[in-house]
């Protein structure tokens, strides 16, 4: 019995002989953080000696280990953790270098980065608990308030010009066939096609179809709305015309229909006649040409053709007259006109 007493003495005093080394209590783990999955279950007893890893929430870095040293727990911190500018950095257009920020930020702190030329920060990147909040680098330039009629050089715009300094900046009128209501930067608007405007054209009733269109308007604002061509080789005289009974033939050629009650469908050139054909068709040239004299219609004779638009009258012989009520000539002068 005293040997089976002095055993169990010996196994709770240790290997040593001496007495035990008091164990310590695990019953959570560091604030802001939680017991790792290698740390004592049921009972929570970490011997001494013997260390755990205790796990922090997130947004929080982990210092240190669990360890028991003879009956006192030391537990590890969990630190607010920081934030890295550097990367950061790569994803924030127009930023030139750190600025006031270091390359790690820490936790509830904040920094300026320094933005580009002709940028400015707005705002600054500050971290809470590893996550970084970011700032913009934005354009200082001001648009230039070009004045109705003008737009910036080459047709720039605001979104085009924002590297370009004001001074730098140039407003030019609006070029012909364009035009530009409002001050400002933005561009000038094109006429509708067909359509011509002056220089520096303020609104669009500035445009007008060109001689060789006629004008169609939107029906409650009478504002222009396109310009429809006329038939080739004609054009509006004069004004503005709103429809095809407006379009003439040009000077030099002629109107198909010849009739004008009917609508314009071409403008052809010019047919010269040939005298010689006409002779033949009307039997001019057999046993009776003896009673016909060229006349006027001589200055053609060599050519064997009339310009289109021209006429000459023939003669008869010296005693003889032109039979009246014939349908070769439609009058008693024997006047040949060619159309």
């Not at 561009?187 to 001689?211: R, T, V």
């Amino acid at each position: 019995v005293v040997a089976a007493a002095l055993a169990g003495w010996a196994l709770a005093a240790g290997p040593a002989g001496g007495a035990s080394m008091p164990s310590c209590s695990v019953t959570r783990g560091p604030e802001n953080g939680r017991l790792g999955a290698d740390c004592p279950q049921e009972p929570h007893n970490l011997s001494s000696g013997s260390s755990c890893q205790a796990l922090c929430d997130d947004g929080y870095d982990l210092q240190g280990v669990m360890v028991c040293d003879n009956g006192n727990l030391r537990l590890p911190v969990c630190i607010p953790a920081g934030c890295n500018v550097s990367e950061a950095l790569e994803l924030v257009d127009n930023v030139a270098d750190l600025g006031s920020c270091p390359e790690q930020l820490e936790s509830g702190e904040e920094c300026e980065p320094l933005c580009g030329p002709n940028y400015d920060a707005s705002g600054n990147f500050s971290c809470l608990l590893g996550n970084l909040t970011t700032m913009e680098c934005t354009s200082h330039w001001m648009p230039v308030p070009c004045p109705a009629g003008f737009e910036f050089e080459d047709g720039m715009d605001a979104l085009n010009v924002h590297n370009r300094s004001v001074a730098s900046a140039v407003c030019t009128p609006c070029p012909s066939a364009e035009y530009k209501p409002e001050v400002g930067p933005g561009p000038c608007k094109k006429c509708p096609a067909g359509a011509n405007s002056n220089i520096g054209s303020h609104f669009l009733a500035d445009c007008s179809c060109n001689a060789t269109f006629f004008a169609q308007f939107e029906a409650e604002t009478f504002a222009l709305e396109s310009c429809v061509p006329c038939p080739n080789n004609s054009q509006v005289v004069s004004g503005s015309g709103t429809s095809l009974e407006d379009c003439t033939c040009q000077t030099g050629f002629m109107r198909e229909p010849k009739d004008d009650s009917l609508s314009l469908l071409v403008c052809r050139p010019p047919y010269n006649c040939n005298l010689t054909a006409f002779f033949n068709y009307a039997n001019l040239t057999g046993p009776q040409q003896h009673q016909l004299k060229m006349g006027t219609c001589a200055a053609y004779e060599a050519g064997q053709f009339v310009p289109s638009g021209k006429n000459c009258h023939l003669l008869c012989d010296t005693g003889t007259g032109p039979q009246l009520g014939t349908d070769i000539f439609g009058a008693v002068d024997l006047e040949l006109m060619c159309e």
